[in-house]
């Protein structure tokens, strides 16, 4: 359904202001122009075939459609504002979700770090028990060596003695010119 209107210009744009874009769709205004002057036609600004309304009769049916349209249009306008309230706090309330289920996933990334951290950790102290194990048996190792190289040189030095005393000998054996007096 289309209403169609012929107003003078004061009141066709205070109704223009309060009909909202959908409901102005409906309605079509008509601004009626000055038609005293000597240059005008006298049609125009008037649609043809529309009649024109005395101004009492114009501001009546402004005033009519204000008070209609009105109380609805506020209640909307309160209507519209609690659900932008309501959206902003559903939104922060999302954002506080977002930001738990982000620490919880910190959290697992912190568990992952401690359970990595005690694999390294227990592979750390094997290597350390390896390590202690190496130095007793090199420790060892070293003290056989070295009493191993002791014996060694006793060995050699007992048989450098034994060669000493088999040449002295030998040399005591062997026949010696008796000396003449």
């Given amino acids: 359904m289309m209403i169609s209107l012929v107003l003078p210009r004061n009141h066709f744009c205070k109704l223009r202001s309060v009909f909202p874009p959908k409901l102005a769709m409906k309605v079509s205004f008509f601004p009626v122009t000055n038609t005293c002057s000597s240059d005008a036609s006298p049609d125009e ?15 009546q049916l402004t005033e009519g459609l ?24 559903l939104l922060e309330t999302l954002e ?8 919880c996933n910190y959290i697992l990334d912190v568990d992952a770090l401690f359970s990595e951290a005690k694999h390294y950790h227990s592979k750390l ?47 005591q054996l062997t026949a010696k010119p008796a000396r003449r007096t």
């Avoid at 506020?74 to 659900?83: G, M, P, V, Y």
């Avoid at 090199?138 to 014996?151: D, E, N, W």
Wanted: proline letters at 2%; charged letters at 40%.
């Fill in 125 to 171: 102290v094997s290597i350390r028990n390896e390590m202690m194990m190496l130095h007793e048996k090199t420790s060892k190792l070293k003290k056989r060596a070295l009493k191993l190289q002791q014996k060694r040189q006793k060995e050699e030095l007992e048989q450098e003695q034994q060669r000493e005393k088999e040449l002295e000998r030998e040399k």
């Fill in 66 to 89: 204000i008070s209609h349209y009105l109380p609805d249009l506020q209640r909307s306008k309160s209507a519209l504002h609690e659900l932008t309230q309501n959206q902003v706090v």
């Fill in 45 to 59: 600004g008037v649609v043809e075939d529309l009649p024109i309304i005395d101004e009492k009769a114009v501001e």
């Fill in 96 to 103: 506080q979700e977002i930001t738990k289920f982000k620490e």
